[in-house]
């Protein structure tokens, strides 16, 4: 019974020395997420890279591996266009963003120094479009430009006497519009990370240059910007992949159109799954939006800034 009895003991110190040891190892905490990243992550990219190898459609049928898809997407000559288009929401909403944001932050960093009241309530108004879902965006930006009588914008303009604008139904002015809403939208989080990277600023930065005789402008240039240039290049790295992938704003504002005018290439992917009913074709596309987006992260993420070695 003794040596059972120690037996046991020793058993029981055995399994809670090993326990002990893989409570303490991250990789025991981090496999949970692990699981779940890769059952509702990496399972969907892995299908959708082969269906993309496919000739999969939502009608059913047969389905065999083949690069049809692939050929039929790189001879289609609408693709330039769409890439084109996306170019030109991505580039000016990216620069939008950032612009706005940088300008609020700082103004409520101004007005926080300064004491001033009221600065709750713009960071609060700025947020609030950030969490307005992208469907309801489109849909209030449609009511503001509406060339309908009850359109507010326009109603404005009539007015001051001024002539009403196409902002939807004019192919150039509809891309304007996508952007303005776009950017709407997304100024709060680039406004939060600049905020946020502003008040990690050292104070005594701007007190040494106050003290050498530089001017707001100088302090803000060879100051904030410098400072604020790994916040910046994430910044562009997150709003980049989001607008990339902005398709419900836009489905709800101008459907793509007029024409083709506004059909970016996440509208013009869902277009080719849930309209074309073309799985293999959407899949060739996610795809393509996927090594876009990769490529201009590691894009941005080579102008990070390292740190040296010795530091």
Same mark, same amino acid.
């Given at each position: ?57 939502l009608r059913g049928g047969e389905e065999h591996y083949t690069v049809d898809s692939i050929r039929a997407l790189i001879a289609n000559p ?56 992208g469907i309801a965006n489109g849909l209030i930006w449609q009511m503001l430009f509406s060339e309908a009588p009850f359109g507010a914008i326009? *109603? #404005? @303009? ?9 902002? =939807? ?5 509809? !891309? ?64 980049t992949i989001a607008t990339l992938n902005t398709f419900d704003a836009i489905i709800s504002l101008t459907g793509g159109g007029p024409g ?22 959407? *899949? #060739? @596309? ?9 490529? =201009? ?5 080579? !102008? ?8």
């Open positions: 019974m003794t040596g059972a009895a120690v037996a046991g003991g020793r058993g029981e110190i055995a399994r809670t020395s090993l326990r002990r040891r893989i409570e303490s190892h991250p990789f025991s905490w981090l496999l949970p997420v692990a699981l779940l990243l890769g059952v509702f992550y990496l399972y969907p990219i892995i299908d959708v890279f082969r269906l993309a190898f496919t000739n999969a459609s609408i693709l330039l266009d769409i890439l084109w288009t996306t170019f030109v929401f991505t580039a000016g909403s990216v620069i939008g963003q950032q612009l706005f944001g940088l300008g609020i932050a700082v103004l409520v960093m101004r007005g926080e120094r300064r004491r001033l009241y009221g600065m709750t309530a713009l960071r609060t108004l700025v947020l609030v479009a950030w969490v307005i879902p326009n *109603s #404005v @303009l009539r007015m001051m006497h001024v002539q009403p604008v196409a902002w =939807l139904s004019d192919p150039n002015i509809a !891309m304007v519009s996508s952007i303005i809403s776009n950017v709407w939208r997304g100024t709060a989080f680039s406004m939060i990370v600049f905020y946020a990277a502003l008040k990690a600023i050292d104070t005594t930065l701007y007190e040494a240059a106050s003290v050498d005789g530089a001017n707001g402008w100088q302090r803000f240039r060879f100051i904030t910007l410098p400072q604020m240039r790994p916040a910046i290049l994430v910044n562009s790295i997150l709003i083709r005018a506004t059909e970016v290439l996440s509208l013009y992917t869902f277009n080719t799954v849930f309209r074309n009913l073309d799985l293999a074709g959407g *899949s #060739v @596309l996610s795809v393509l939006m996927l090594v876009i987006s990769l490529v =201009l992260a590691v894009g941005y993420a080579s !102008m990070m800034p390292r740190r040296e070695a010795n530091e």
